[in-house]
């Protein structure tokens, strides 16, 4: 924001709009990859080498690019909005917030890989919000929300089993991670 500034003086609202939407788009591939792909397979610590450093350099660049675009947009609205700065920085506190009660809650009902899919459509019904002059603008809201009602009812996007997980009776997600028990 601050190395090509040139760029985002015109159409702010766009800009939150967009990176917004990339912020969605990078979580939703950074999901699939860190639950397509685990690092362990079958719950075997993998053999040290090219192969998994690359797989490492994969999924640090994935998980990592949400929080780029989330960055982008939190930067470019306190860049743009001085004069209300404090009201931005405010909502910015309080979006957190309540982020954080309701993380657990997102997780006991919705499961670990769907309340990041209700992350991301969060994302773009902040993006749709910020650019009121696009006509189009709640139709990717719309996708994220359907996102989550079909992951809901057949789970496409899942964790797999981790190791010793054949003959399980409690598998649920709480604020800090799956918990399972035999």
Known sequence: ?????????????????AHAQWFALATLVALIFATKFPVFKGGKVPEMGIVLMLHLFGLITT????????????????????DDVNRVYSYDLAGAAIGAMVCGLVLGVFGGPTAVLVAATAGLVGGALFDKTSRWRWIPAGVGALLVAINLVYPLIRVGPGSGEGKLTLRKWNGVSRSTGA
Request: aromatic residues 18%; proline residues 3%.
């Open 63 to 82: 998980t990592a690019l949400p929080f780029f675009f989330a960055g982008v947009v939190v930067s470019l609205s306190l860049t743009w909005f001085r």
């Open 1 to 17: 924001v601050f190395l090509r500034a040139e760029r985002f003086k015109t159409n702010v609202q766009r800009h939150l709009r």
